[in-house]
């Protein structure tokens, strides 16, 4: 449209031509003159480079169309011709450049005078990419799983997208027009106020949020929110964007609770966890090396390991540090844990275990834990210890046999020597000292059994010093030269429930052991006294204090034992003499032979000085027993037939020879079916069964069952040096009497002369089952 101005002076046309055409050429926007024909009768400058018209070129010879592609040629031909002529836009119109597409322009058309228009072309091309831009944004927004949402210059939300209604449970219409203070839990108001302070002051806030859904859940949202400026930068408001990070807080609170788990398990190990890189620098430690020695397996750690460091930097040893690389290596090339036992300087035993940090398919490193395994090492000694004693029982059962078979040998024929040789001859003494070795020699057999097995005590009141005194004669025989004994015995009896032999055992024991301790000679003192327990020994025994007691002490002036080998000495197969000069049962022997009898044991040594030992039994208020006196050996007299049965010709013979002075007919077989031929065999019947128990082949029990299986009414008499319970049981069920092995003559003639009186029960016939036991 044309303005007109009015003027006092009128500009000649001239004028006005040169003031259009000043216009025309300085417009902003492309512009041309046509007729309705489309054909151009001007353009400005800015036409001109739009369509790269060359310079001097005729308008007349131009046409619109030259610029205007399909179908908007068409359009612009029906605004050209309609009637009456008006002014027009077509929007987005595509121009061509030399015939081809160029840019998007907005076609303006304002009607002339003359059938003429004015067409003014905008180039549109930057609107257009901003509309796209825009559009894509929006689909963006609206297509993001995030919540956006703006607010205007008064913190008012005048737009959402779909996901802000989908997460919040929200319409649009609910939310237009309101702070977004609704959306948050209560105890975040304090950060909502931060960040409307800092977007009102032109800053971003980030920071993580509680919201408040509509139903009432919470939910966590991690929220970027940013300010929006006008060009003249006035604050015009704010964009939100946030992210529900509910899943990966609830992922991350599990991780914690599992790290902590973790975390816990390796603060609670006894052990020191090292977790290291495939450069075997440490990249964590747990707390277990705060409670083990400085140096542990090799390792001298005495502040906080130093993460980043190589771990054998703390390994001082410069052969334990190549030991661990060629380990820690090898884990690394194999991928399989390795055990690595070490045992310090201090005797302490360590446990190093290597183990591949896999992390999927890779490893990352290595993971270190060291353990003291020195209870488990001693545990296992002991358990060593209880394996040896077990096959020291089946040994000792197996020896006692024959051992206690030589030893009724030499006993039996010392009884028949001493039944013909006169009371106040020399040479009886003789013949009865080797008949007390003989007897000692038994006991300790019997000893070793019932150590490493159960056996049944012979215990009976007797007086201490009686047991000492009897002692004496052996410790006499068994001490050197140059070791001198001292005895003092307490003035007034001392009753003490005790195994008699059992007492001479741990008294000659305690005394071997010290002259042992004196190589060069030396005192042993050996005494007895009534004392009350201490309140000190009270409390570490158990005891009420002032209980009586009866104390035997044997000490010696030698070398003593050093302070911390007293806690082990008692440790069966513990010993400190050399190699062959001791068993290491002696003192274990003597602590269990005084806590059957209900005492105990103490022990005071100072080194270069010697050693106390000192036994504690239990007083008795009843009387003691005297001690069995040895007496002339009377055999009892009997009559009856009785088959021996031994494979020991020595143990045959002689018990030929005593049956045969106690009155009684006997036969002899070497075997049990040499037994059977004779009993079959036998033209007069035979009235007892006398059989040695370990046999080759059949053995005593199973002799004993097959005969009464076929004579029921035998009388059978079995000699054994140890049978268990079981075995017992089984005799004593089918009425067989036993007699433990080595025996004495009369012991032995009093029993077989008093089962032969027995009367034979009628119908008798035990239940047999064959059994074997060797």
């Known amino acids: 449209m044309l303005y007109r101005t009015e003027s006092p002076i009128k500009p000649a046309p001239e004028e006005v031509c040169r003031w259009w055409q000043v216009a025309f050429d300085a417009a902003e926007h492309a512009q041309a003159v046509c007729g309705r024909d489309g054909r151009l009768v001007q353009f400005n400058r800015r036409a001109a480079h739009l369509f790269q018209v060359p310079p001097r070129t005729p308008p007349e010879i131009l046409t619109v169309w030259n610029w205007i592609a399909p179908p908007a040629d068409a359009k612009l031909r029906q605004v050209l011709l309609q009637e009456p002529p008006r002014a027009e836009i077509l929007h987005s119109v595509i121009s061509l450049r030399e015939g081809r597409p160029h840019l998007p322009i907005d076609l303006e058309s304002l009607p002339l005078q003359g059938g003429y228009f004015l067409l003014t072309f905008k180039d549109v091309s930057r609107r257009l990419r901003l509309e796209s831009h825009i559009q894509r944004l929006i689909t963006a927004i609206d297509a993001t799983p995030d919540a956006f949402f703006l607010a205007d210059a ?66 966590h949202v991690e929220a970027t929110i940013s300010p929006i400026a006008d060009m003249a930068g006035r604050f015009m408001g704010y964009v939100a964007c946030e992210r529900d990070i509910t899943l990966r807080i609830q992922l991350q609170e599990q991780l914690r609770i599992q790290r902590d788990f973790i975390h816990s398990i390796l603060q609670s190990l006894d052990g020191a966890i090292y977790s290291l890189d495939c450069e075997f620098r440490l990249t964590h430690a747990n707390e277990g090396w705060r409670h083990l020695p400085v140096e542990h397996a090799g390792f001298r750690i005495n502040a906080p390991p130093t993460l980043g460091r190589n771990l054998l930097e703390y390994v001082p040893d410069p052969g334990r540090r190549a030991e661990l690389e060629r380990v820690f290596r090898e884990v690394l090339e194999h991928c399989r844990p390795v055990d690595n036992r070490y045992q310090g300087p201090d005797g302490r035993h360590w446990l190093l275990k290597v183990s591949p940090w896999v992390d999927g398919a890779q490893v990352r490193g290595l993971i270190c834990s060291v353990t003291d395994q020195t209870h488990y090492h001693e545990l296992q000694q002991q358990l060593f210890q209880a394996q040896k004693m077990e096959i020291i029982g089946t040994l000792a059962a197996g020896v006692a046999h024959d051992f206690n078979n030589l030893l009724q040998a030499i006993r039996g024929n010392c009884g028949l020597l001493l ?25 300790i057999t019997q000893q ?7 056996s049944r005590d012979n215990c009976a009141v007797l007086d201490l010093n009686q047991l000492v005194q009897e002692a004496l004669i052996l410790v006499r025989r068994t001490l050197r030269g140059n070791v001198t004994l001292e005895t003092r015995i307490a003035a007034e009896p001392l009753p003490v429930r005790i195994d008699s032999t059992r007492a001479s055992q741990a008294i000659l024991n305690l005394c071997v052991n010290a002259q042992d301790a004196m190589p060069n000679g030396g005192r042993i003192t050996l005494e007895t006294e009534h004392i009350r327990i201490q309140a000190e020994q009270a409390q570490r025994h158990n005891l009420p204090p002032g209980t009586p007691y009866a104390r035997c002490t044997v000490r010696d002036t030698g070398t003593g034992i050093p302070p911390d080998l007293i806690p082990r000495i008692f440790a069966p197969f513990f010993t400190t003499k050399a190699r062959g000069k001791g068993t290491g049962l002696g003192l274990p022997i003597v602590q269990r032979i005084t806590e059957e009898a209900g005492g105990f044991i103490e022990v005071e040594s100072v080194l270069g000085q010697g ?10 208020a009843d009387a003691p027993a005297p001690l069995p006196q040895r007496a002339a050996i009377q055999l009892a007299q009997g009559r009856g037939r009785v088959l021996v049965v031994d494979d020991l010709d020595l143990l045959r013979d002689f018990t030929r020879s005593f049956l045969e002075a106690a009155g009684l007919e006997v036969l002899v077989a070497e ?11 036998a033209e007069s019947p035979v009235d007892l069964l006398f059989t040695d128990y370990s046999m080759p082949g059949m053995n005593g029990l199973e002799l004993v069952e097959a005969v009464l299986q076929r004579w029921p009414h035998m009388r059978c008499v079995l000699a054994s040096g140890y049978l268990d319970g079981s075995l017992r049981a089984r005799l ?43």
């Open 611 to 620: 050693s106390a030992f000192h036994l504690f039994f239990p007083l008795c």
């Open 671 to 681: 075997s049990g079916p040499e037994a059977i031929r004779i009993l079959e065999s």
């Open 154 to 219: 008064d913190l008012r939300i005048t737009f959402v997208n779909p996901a802000f209604q989908t997460l919040t449970g929200y319409s649009m219409e609910e939310v237009l027009g309101r702070p977004d203070a609704f959306l948050r839990a209560p105890f975040e108001q304090e950060k909502v106020q931060a960040y409307l302070d800092a977007v009102t002051q032109g800053q971003e806030w980030i920071g993580e949020l509680v919201n408040i859904r509509r139903d009432g859940c919470a939910y």
């Open 732 to 774: 004593a069920q089918l009425n067989v009497s036993v007699l433990a092995k080595p025996y004495d003559m009369r012991e032995a003639s009093e029993l077989i002369t008093r089962k032969l009186a027995e009367p034979i029960q009628s119908g008798h016939s035990p239940a047999i089952a064959m059994s074997r036991n060797g």
């Open 448 to 454: 070793l059994l019932s150590f490493s097995r159960e």
């Open 419 to 443: 039944r013909e040789t006169s009371t106040d001859s020399r040479l009886r003494r003789e013949i009865e000292q080797i008949d007390l070795a003989a007897a000692r020699a038994a006991d």
